[in-house]
DNA sequence: TTTCCATTGAAAATGTATTTTTGCTTCGCG
DNA sequence: CGCGAAGCAAAAATACATTTTCAATGGAAA
């Protein structure tokens, strides 16, 4: 294989956990996953150990590891903080970016507005959760603040955690399309507070479309 | 042992790191930190791990790990950073701290200030360091999002490694005391304008004390 | 003399085995 | 019949051995 094991077990395991694939609070057994990808345990152990820092996972010691848990405060704590930093990111990125930039959100807009949503299980298809990352990861690309993008990345990957449960709810009544496009859009037209208002909108509708999926699966499993 | 070894292992080398102990860019032998510690090669390397993801060291795929490196253009882009993040914290604590809030600003500012700065070698000393640390993170706990307060933490952190730098060009001409007093008194008078002039002004004097220091070792090690 | 290739050594990555801890179950006692 | 303690099994933490990779040095050829 070309990179190493830990590697590729961190990278595999964070997609998976950004989509969803595993419950939240479930417990991570490290033996399983360690079959599971057919590596050894120390390889699991140190890839499980850098999703702790990011905090995709919580490690309790001598008791293993768990996927981090969600909640409506939560999601609600995130989404006013991603308004924040994501306006924040656009603007800069409006004032800074080059033609290159503007190139690469044309790009990948695109890639996001030609790839359908669904999957064959309801949910959102990885392909689209993908494109829909690099895209407003184009966006935010030209703001020339590294420490404001990698807190961007840190929000933005927390935030997908909680996207796939939006699915159930979203029965396409809600345009992603046309609010992506309007982003585009404004940013092209370099226009700061026209995209920022569509951002915000786009991130509030988001945090709109979840919760009350959440709301349901929370009282679900109490009663 | 208490704890787990990976758990001390990672805590003793982030305050290492934090202090300054090793020096930037350095490379990080697990098996001389092995013996150091006197724990096996997996422990260091998961302390490591999670250390990578705090961005406090760098992990080069197949070449080990390195102590992150220090910019001026990081210092500057930091600052910019911890100065949204503190201010919007400071205001929220504000805002919604409550009578133990206040007690534990008051508790920490009065061991702060009892504590005595210049350490043997001429840098901070261990005690200071983790009592004005506790200050500022007393003044930010009282923000009701965790969200912010996590990325306060992070921020803080990087901030603490560029500190030691500080005190070679700090003469005692800047009464960082004096600083502190004013950041407890606006924030007791619950005067959130004037608590965020004065987080301002600290935090950007503490860049103007670090910048010329740092900008001399980037010059020598060049030269 | 310089450059390129090969060999060698050191260090990291991985895999396996052992120890320790924890949580659960069962058995005994009240 | 219920509560508690002890033992047992599963899983995590750690130590150790093995394999792989990278870099540096030395030698040979141009």
Redesign the pocket.
Known sequence: ?S??????VYEQLRVSLLAGQYRPEA??????L?SAF??????I??A?ARLTAEGLVT???????RVAPVSVADLRDLTEMRIEIETKCLRRAIANGDLAWEAAVVAAHHRLAVTPIAAADGGFSPTWILAHGDFHAALARACDSAWMLRVRDLLFAHNERYLDLARKTDRGNRDAAREHRELMEAALARDPDRAVAAMTAHIGRTRDTIEPALRRAETDEVG
């Open positions: 294989m990179a190493s094991a830990t590697q590729t417990k991570l057994k490290i033996s399983e360690g057919s590596v050894s345990t120390g390889a152990r140190e499980l490690a309790m010691p001598q008791r293993g590891f």
